[in-house]
């Protein structure tokens, strides 16, 4: 998955020079290893006591533990002082983001979406966490100390759902944060696709259960890019993008249910 994460970088447009700041962060050291062979900045994650060598299926309990270790790591960036993009590896950069983001520190926080509802402040929105833009900030801080401290209350429930329900109940609004959600023509992914290839910067592949599912409809998306690039202008107008097929069928498996008891407190 690394490699055609990085491919992105290479065939995007303004994208090279933004491999230099990338931090990657393995959770394993095959991955760590990886990374340190093609030379790019590494950071191992561990955990003491938890193996997170090889594929954790979405939403098994090991997925879910690798998760929360995720947040609680971001939080410790932002305490440094830290602004940061973090992005999933499952994300192809294929413009550069910074266009289509507010760079000025009058907002806390900006993420993507699985399906945009047309009004980027709006709380109704199915929130994304493989993409965000966070500023270093008390807000901020705040916010990641109270959604890591439900992580016990929230059984059978990825960090994405607890922060959807912080949102829900109005917590971002309680803290003063300001957040603008992305759009998915610029921000896409395979629950919803960008409807512009003119201007879409990220794809993502949600709504896909499995790494071999991704592997393939993300490869997908690749051929996609360079037919684009390579078409003409009236080729362009009639652009359509591949359909993920691999991603679908994924969900034939059976996934955990998650217990939602927590929201009642």
Request: glycine share 4%.
């Amino acid at each position: 998955m690394l490699d055609l994460f990085l491919d992105g970088f290479w065939l995007g447009e303004g994208t090279r020079d933004l491999i230099n700041n990338l931090l990657i962060v393995a959770m394993d050291q095959t991955s760590y290893e990886r990374c340190e062979f093609l030379r790019l900045h590494c950071y191992k994650l561990e955990t003491e006591g938890v193996d997170f060598m090889g594929e954790k299926l979405y939403m098994s309990e090991d997925f879910i533990k690798m998760m929360w270790r995720r947040t609680i790591f971001l939080r410790d960036v932002l305490k440094r002082g830290y602004n940061f993009i973090f992005t999933d590896i499952d994300v192809l950069w294929l413009r550069n983001p910074f266009q289509h983001l507010n760079l000025q520190q009058n907002l806390d926080m900006q993420i993507s979406t699985d399906k945009f509802r047309g009004n980027p402040w709006s709380e109704s929105h199915r929130i994304n966490t493989g993409f965000y833009m966070i500023q270093s900030n008390n807000k901020t801080i705040a916010l990641f100390d109270r959604w890591y401290a439900l992580k016990d209350r929230a059984k059978g429930l990825k960090e994405q759902d607890v922060l959807q329900i912080m949102i829900q109940k109005g917590f971002l609004r309680k803290l003063g944060m300001r957040v603008k959600f992305l759009d998915t023509i610029y921000f896409s992914g395979f629950c919803q696709d960008s409807r512009d290839v003119r201007a879409v910067a990220t794809v993502h592949a949600n709504c896909c259960r499995g790494i071999a599912a991704k592997l393939v409809d993300l490869t997908a998306v690749v051929h996609d890019w360079k037919r684009y690039k390579s078409s003409s202008a009236d080729e362009t107008s009639i652009f359509r993008w591949s359909k993920h097929d691999a991603c679908r069928r994924s969900w034939k498996q059976n996934t955990p249910l998650a217990l939602h008891n927590w929201q009642k407190n």
